[in-house]
C-alpha cells in the first residue's frame, strides 16, 4: 500500500513568493514518523531561496529549516503544524496562506 496525498496546495504570492503545503497519509507509522503522516512545507523567496521550510525527511525525523538553519520540530498535530508553518511565513514577510 502507497502513501495517500491528503493535502496538495501552492500559494503564489503577488512579489513572486511561493508557499507549497504537501502532507501524505502513510499506510502505517514507522518509528521515524508515529504519527503516520510524511509532509513538507516550504515557502520560497522571488529568487527561489528557501526561507521556511518544514519536513520530515527519512533519517531526519520531524524538523525545520528557517533562513538556512535546520531545527528540530515536535509534531503535536496536523493542525499545529499547519499553523506553525503559517506563523513562521508570515515572520518571514510571507503573504496569508
Do not use: C
Request: net charge positive.
Amino acid at each position: 500500500m502507497k502513501a495517500t496525498a491528503i493535502k496538495r496546495r501552492k500559494y503564489p504570492f503577488s512579489d513572486g513568493s511561493i508557499a507549497e503545503i504537501v502532507v501524505w497519509q502513510l499506510p502505517n507509522p514507522t518509528p521515524e514518523r508515529p504519527h503516520g503522516l510524511k509532509y513538507r512545507l516550504n515557502y520560497s523567496l522571488p529568487d527561489g531561496t528557501t526561507a521556511v521550510r518544514f519536513d520530515n525527511e527519512l533519517g531526519k525525523s520531524d524538523h525545520k529549516h528557517i533562513q538556512g538553519v535546520e531545527y528540530p520540530y515536535k509534531f503535536e498535530s496536523l493542525e499545529k503544524l499547519l499553523a506553525d508553518f503559517r506563523k513562521e511565513v508570515k515572520k518571514q514577510g510571507g503573504g496569508k496562506i
